[in-house]
């Protein structure tokens, strides 16, 4: 069974669209993590919720809106997508919201690429 | 705000050889070390971590690391390299002063040659 699962896998649009990357975790975890990896590999915090409640809310564009329909579930919605939104986008899960103190568990990530 | 440093972008290890992977960082306090591993095409994976108590920390598919407070350090280890042990590895370190965010290193790749 996949602990912290993503959907799409890969995900190819153009321009100024919008789209949303899907995030579930089976783990009965409370915290949810969107991360953002450049074309460097460099690793960047975007988001968490605990219980469905926004906790961390770094500095991202406000074209970025997660969503948390129940805690399992953490959803990206992204508007009016640019160039520089191209990323490997990697949802994660802890036990609890000191996502310090306790292991983030990583989904496989979705490859975002935009044209 | 803690941050962490990983002095090298790549090395290439023969299989067999001793890997060590080096990771600084910047935080007053005691924090929360981590390394996890990235294999090509993959989420990442919780290889150990370091809260408190013994500075030799043990982890999976035969790794440890060593906390030296000293030298603001937290470097990997494997005795032996195997070609599976190919991939990306990054250092990352969480704070309760800062909500326990984490905060990655750049990543070192490594390379193992036959």
């Known amino acids: 069974d996949t602990a912290v699962s993503q959907t799409p896998k890969y995900l190819v649009t153009q321009m100024g669209n919008d789209k949303s990357i899907k995030c579930e975790q089976n783990l009965g975890h409370d915290t949810m993590y969107w991360y953002k990896q450049d074309s460097k590999k460099f690793l960047k915090i975007m988001f968490s919720?605990?219980?469905?409640?926004?906790?961390i809310n770094e500095t991202v564009p406000n074209r970025f809106s997660p969503k948390s329909p129940d805690k399992a579930h953490l959803n990206l919605h992204i508007n009016s997508l640019e160039l520089g939104d191209s990323a490997v986008y990697f949802c994660?899960?802890?036990?609890?919201?000191?996502?310090?103190?306790?292991?983030?568990?990583f989904g496989p990530g979705t490859r975002l690429t935009v044209l | 705000a803690q941050s962490v440093t990983q002095p090298d972008i790549h090395i290439t290890v023969s299989e067999g050889a001793s890997l060590e992977l080096r990771c600084n960082y910047s935080?007053?306090?005691?924090?929360?070390l981590f390394w996890y591993v990235q294999s090509p095409g993959q989420g990442l994976q919780l290889l150990l971590k370091?809260?408190?108590?013994?500075?030799l920390v043990q982890g999976i598919k035969g790794f440890e690391a060593e906390f030296k407070r000293s030298q603001s350090s937290f470097n990997l280890r494997k005795p032996s390299v195997h070609w599976s042990d190919a991939a990306e590895y990054f250092c990352a370190v969480g704070a309760r002063s800062n909500d326990y965010k984490l905060s990655f290193g750049a990543g070192t790749t490594v390379t193992v040659r036959a």
């Open positions: 935080y007053g306090a005691t924090p929360y």
């Open positions: 370091y809260f408190s108590g013994d500075t």
């Open positions: 919720y605990n219980n469905k409640e926004l906790i």
């Open positions: 994660a899960s802890s036990q609890d919201s000191s996502g310090g103190a306790n292991e983030q568990f």
